[in-house]
């Protein structure tokens, strides 16, 4: 899901959203809520109208924006009371007031509030975390009135297998639409990341959606495919963009770098995006280094566009039964390449 943190993905238009093939954007409550405000969005049909979009969204609960402003937040058994990054004002996050303003949002597809401790928290902060979330979700279940909306729950646990399968265990029991895996991705190593995505996955019901919070790099993605998960968003195609960094089947590459140049041919041969089929390496790093916003929004085109085709990709893969051999070659060829 390319990541549209205040209503939009940067640099790009719902049109340019539907050209790449995104089926599907995400939205941050936490920061439409401080602005423009989910009752303004609601005045404008939902995100949907709000954006231009037609397509589905999901909004998340803001959750991990407030856990990652550890130094104004305070936690306690009612929410989160926290101070907003425009102006310092405070507010207090309770699960009935997240799902409200999703439902505002009109999203599709809105999170439960959760808590999201750091990956070397205590073991006793992850169980009483895993613990609340677990109560927050209830509340935010019977909160929800918007039928047309599915709700998500999240399980967490830090990297304990069996404080996962107590977070896992009770989230299930609540009974949601779909189970989102919460807590990774904030610091742990890579390896530590899959080992426990790969004690979690299986105990998630088959038949609902698997969504893996905050993964975007072309690797994780098909190693979290690999385990079972069906959807993930992050930042990091279109962050990388902004900062002049391309994805291609050969590697990231930075067009910051000099030998980028005189380089006349297309940013990736085998992607089909305006960026790769109209200008050359050399251009766009042209744009890059003079800071212009066409670069940033071509590369940020070429980023998306090179990630939902992989997904793609992936898709055919897994219909094939060929997933397996076919993800080894092809993370074996874009690691082994120079950046």
Same mark, same amino acid.
């Given at each position: 899901m390319p990541v549209g943190t205040k209503g939009t993905v940067k640099g790009l238009t719902p049109g340019d959203l539907? =050209?790449?093939? %995104? +089926? !599907?954007?995400?939205?941050?409550?936490?920061?439409?809520? *401080?602005? #423009?405000? /989910?009752?303004? $969005?609601?005045?404008?049909?939902?995100?949907?109208?709000?954006?231009?979009? &037609? +397509? #589905?969204?999901?909004?998340?609960?803001?959750?991990?924006? $407030?856990? /990652?402003? =550890?130094?104004?937040?305070? !936690? /306690?058994? &009612?929410?989160? @009371?926290? %101070? /907003?990054?425009? &102006?310092?004002?405070?507010?207090?996050?309770? #699960? @009935? *007031?997240?799902?409200r303003v999703q439902e505002e949002l009109g999203s599709d597809i809105a999170m439960v509030l959760d808590e999201c401790p750091p990956a070397n928290a205590a073991r006793e902060y992850h169980e009483r975390s895993l613990r609340r979330t677990a109560r927050w979700a209830l509340r935010c279940k019977e909160a929800h009135e918007k039928r047309d909306q599915a709700l998500f729950g999240i399980v967490q646990g830090g990297l304990y297998p069996d404080l996962r399968e107590e977070s896992l265990g009770l989230t299930v029991e609540i009974g949601f639409d779909g189970y989102a895996v919460g807590g990774l991705s904030v610091g742990e190593s890579r390896q530590q990341m899959l080992e426990t995505l790969e004690c979690t996955a299986p105990g998630l019901p088959h038949e609902k959606p698997r969504y893996f919070m905050g993964i975007g790099d072309p690797v994780g993605i098909l190693q979290v495919i690999a385990l079972g998960v069906d959807m993930f968003d992050c930042v990091l195609p279109t962050r990388l963009a902004r900062h002049g960094a391309a994805l291609t089947a050969e590697g990231r590459i930075n067009l910051k770098n000099a030998r980028y140049r005189r380089d006349f041919g297309p940013l990736d041969p085998e992607c089909s995006c305006e960026a790769c089929t109209t200008y050359s390496k050399a251009y766009l790093a042209h744009l890059v280094r003079e800071n212009e916003l066409l670069g940033h929004r071509l590369l940020t085109l070429h980023n998306v566009h090179f990630t939902v085709d992989l997904c793609g990709m992936a898709r055919r893969e897994i219909r094939a039964g060929t997933y397996a051999a076919w993800s080894r070659a092809w993370i074996s060829r874009y690691a082994g390449s120079p950046t």
């Amino acid at each position: 899901m390319p990541v549209g943190t205040k209503g939009t993905v940067k640099g790009l238009t719902p049109g340019d959203l539907r =050209a790449v093939g %995104a +089926g !599907i954007v995400l939205g941050n409550t936490y920061h439409l809520y *401080l602005r #423009p405000g /989910s009752d303004l $969005v609601r005045e404008a049909g939902g995100l949907h109208g709000f954006m231009g979009w &037609d +397509g #589905p969204v999901l909004t998340d609960s803001g959750g991990y924006q $407030v856990f /990652s402003l =550890a130094e104004t937040r305070r !936690i /306690s058994e &009612d929410g989160v @009371e926290f %101070a /907003s990054v425009y &102006d310092g004002s405070r507010h207090v996050f309770t #699960p @009935e *007031l997240t799902t409200r303003v999703q439902e505002e949002l009109g999203s599709d597809i809105a999170m439960v509030l959760d808590e999201c401790p750091p990956a070397n928290a205590a073991r006793e902060y992850h169980e009483r975390s895993l613990r609340r979330t677990a109560r927050w979700a209830l509340r935010c279940k019977e909160a929800h009135e918007k039928r047309d909306q599915a709700l998500f729950g999240i399980v967490q646990g830090g990297l304990y297998p069996d404080l996962r399968e107590e977070s896992l265990g009770l989230t299930v029991e609540i009974g949601f639409d779909g189970y989102a895996v919460g807590g990774l991705s904030v610091g742990e190593s890579r390896q530590q990341m899959l080992e426990t995505l790969e004690c979690t996955a299986p105990g998630l019901p088959h038949e609902k959606p698997r969504y893996f919070m905050g993964i975007g790099d072309p690797v994780g993605i098909l190693q979290v495919i690999a385990l079972g998960v069906d959807m993930f968003d992050c930042v990091l195609p279109t962050r990388l963009a902004r900062h002049g960094a391309a994805l291609t089947a050969e590697g990231r590459i930075n067009l910051k770098n000099a030998r980028y140049r005189r380089d006349f041919g297309p940013l990736d041969p085998e992607c089909s995006c305006e960026a790769c089929t109209t200008y050359s390496k050399a251009y766009l790093a042209h744009l890059v280094r003079e800071n212009e916003l066409l670069g940033h929004r071509l590369l940020t085109l070429h980023n998306v566009h090179f990630t939902v085709d992989l997904c793609g990709m992936a898709r055919r893969e897994i219909r094939a039964g060929t997933y397996a051999a076919w993800s080894r070659a092809w993370i074996s060829r874009y690691a082994g390449s120079p950046t």
